[in-house]
């Protein structure tokens, strides 16, 4: 009975000494690793800044292969609309196709 006793006894006091290792002292930052609080920008810093990036932005959009084509090809992935006469030519047409593929068979039309 006692090593019964013993042997909990010692499993229980394991259990309980890694949840208090595993607890911090509760600081977020203990080691002060935090950067010092910065002043905040003037108008002026921002504006020049951003005019920086811009600057940046524009010199490697011109060192980019392929801008120049990108920029003259600005309708790519545009669709061009139909007027009402092609859509009802290419809805006759879908019309026709369909018809003749049911008859064959190739298309089942609902349920027999």
């Avoid at 607890?23 to 690793?33: C, F, I, N, R, Y």
């Avoid at 669709?79 to 089942?108: F, L, M, Q």
Wanted: cysteine-free; glycine content about 6%.
């Amino acid at each position: 009975m006692n090593k019964i006793v013993l042997a909990v006894s010692l499993a229980v006091a394991q259990l309980l000494a890694v949840n208090a290792i595993a607890q911090t002292k509760g600081e977020a930052d203990p080691a002060q690793s935090k950067a010092a609080p910065a002043a905040a920008a003037t108008k002026a810093e921002k504006a020049e800044a951003k005019a920086a990036r811009k600057a940046a932005g524009k010199q490697v959009k011109a060192e980019t292969p392929g801008a120049a084509e990108q920029a003259a090809n600005k309708s790519a992935g545009v669709a061009k609309a139909a007027t009402k006469d092609e859509k009802a030519e290419a809805k006759a047409t879908r019309k026709v196709k369909a018809a003749d593929a049911v008859k064959k068979g190739e298309i089942p039309s609902g349920t027999k």
